[in-house]
């Protein structure tokens, strides 16, 4: 199993009365009232500490990806913290940058450029992600039409892949890229190119792709394994019908954990910050949350068969109910056996062999993360490294030159 830290960076000091105030956390909430660049400055040192704690603590991978116009996640452009994170993270952890979101840019080959300088700065160690993006940052921040954003994804995606692969100079003559000279310097370290990891909510083109193209899928949720199983039924339902074989390290999935040294102190340190992410961090009209168009009927159809958790977190987390917000799987907290053995029961239970763990959470503070980092590293990862290694499986879409922190034989603990 790969452990990769995946931060969100959000604003971690929103007002007590934010829900009750303001419309949403993304696309509408006033950044002249609500965020102060001060507070940020400071996020900005705490977040990248923070991950550079988890690369010299041995997590696989170290994560960040791209969102806009919100406190959820300010991180509007990755690549400028996975270039400090290529040069601050001497113990080689994979960077993986989840993603680009394609759509938003004419011409895609400013993805291609970025993506292969970072390829280049971190010695090979970029994982690639190409996430379609949310409604809220393609459709309502940048503008762009509901209905083109996966046509816009598709055609960019071909347009980077080419880029990489493909001498130039070059033409390439889309309906929404067209370049005279598609020529870009450096070409990507690793070869034919990084490897691509897809996320996404369960669209089903996303699937198609991944089994199309040999990319990696990556759920990311916020509601847990219970709810996810649905969904990552159907993506290992998909593959078997497109004939892809069912190589758990194909899949990813995100998990808000909270450790520490009992299940009491986990509960007493860490409910405090989870109930501000899912009461204010989530808070999403859902006229911002999808806008119509985004979805495609096929996806449509699926998630209305799907069982939406949503509601069920939001009411957790408004009775403060840390046993609600653990047995529905929305997070996993407790001491280090307990995080353990759920996190090895939710990776069976789905089948992926990346774990995104999440373990700064809303308005964690820097020590209490640092704390949740360590102990995750120290206690948690050794018990949940080799789960996988009886299949006999190899991780074919892990960055060439991250460091494989996997051991001949498992460490006292570990669990198969």
């Known amino acids: 199993m790969k452990s990769i830290f995946f931060h969100l960076m959000p604003y971690r000091d929103l007002p007590e009365d934010f829900e009750s ?93 970025e993506f292969a300088m970072l390829d280049v700065l971190s010695n090979g160690r970029l994982a690639a992600g190409f996430p379609v993006g949310t409604s809220m940052d393609v459709n309502f921040c940048y503008g762009v039409p509901p209905t083109q954003t996966r046509p816009r994804y598709r055609e960019a995606e071909e347009l980077i892949i080419q880029a990489w692969t493909r001498p130039g100079p070059f033409t390439f003559n889309g309906k929404y890229n067209q370049l005279r000279y598609v020529n870009p310097w450096p070409q990507p370290l690793q070869k034919p190119h990084p490897p691509v990891w897809l996320a996404g909510g369960g669209s089903v083109e996303t699937w198609e792709l991944a089994g199309k193209k040999d990319y990696t899928y990556s759920y990311l949720s916020f509601f847990g394994a219970k709810f996810g199983k649905k969904l990552m039924d159907g993506f290992w339902a998909k593959m078997d019908e497109m004939g892809v074989d069912r190589n758990p390290y194909r899949a990813g999935f995100a998990q808000q954990i909270c450790v520490s040294e009992t299940d009491e102190r986990a509960e007493k340190e860490y409910l405090e910050h989870v109930t501000y992410f899912f009461k204010k961090c989530l808070h999403i009209p859902p006229y911002f949350f999808e806008a119509p168009g985004y979805r495609t009927r096929k996806s449509t159809e699926f998630a209305i068969k799907t069982n939406q958790p949503g509601d069920i977190a939001a ?7 840390w046993k609600t917000l653990n047995e529905e799987g929305f997070i996993i907290g407790g001491s280090p056996a307990t995080v353990a053995d759920r996190l090895i029961e939710a990776a069976k239970t789905l089948r992926v062999g990346n774990l995104h763990a999440l373990l700064q959470i809303g308005s964690m503070p820097h020590e209490l993360t640092k704390k949740n980092i360590t102990l995750f590293a120290e206690e948690v990862m050794p018990r949940i490294r080799h789960i996988w290694d009886a299949e006999g499986w190899t991780h074919n879409w892990w960055p060439s030159g991250a460091a494989n922190r996997a051991v001949t034989e498992a460490p006292a603990g570990a669990q198969a």
């Open 315 to 321: 009411a957790a987390a408004l009775e403060k109910n």
């Open 21 to 113: 105030k303001y419309e949403s956390i993304w696309v509408t909430p006033p950044n002249s009232e609500l965020c102060d660049p001060r507070k940020v400055a400071q996020y900005y040192q705490w977040n990248l500490d923070e991950l550079e704690l988890a690369d010299r603590l041995g997590f696989d991978g170290v994560g960040v990806n791209e969102h806009h116009q919100n406190g959820y996640g300010f991180m509007a452009s990755p690549n400028l913290m996975a270039a400090s994170l290529a040069r601050r993270t001497p113990n080689n952890s994979a960077i993986m940058v989840l993603g680009n979101t394609l759509a938003l840019y004419a011409p895609a080959t400013r993805v291609a450029e």
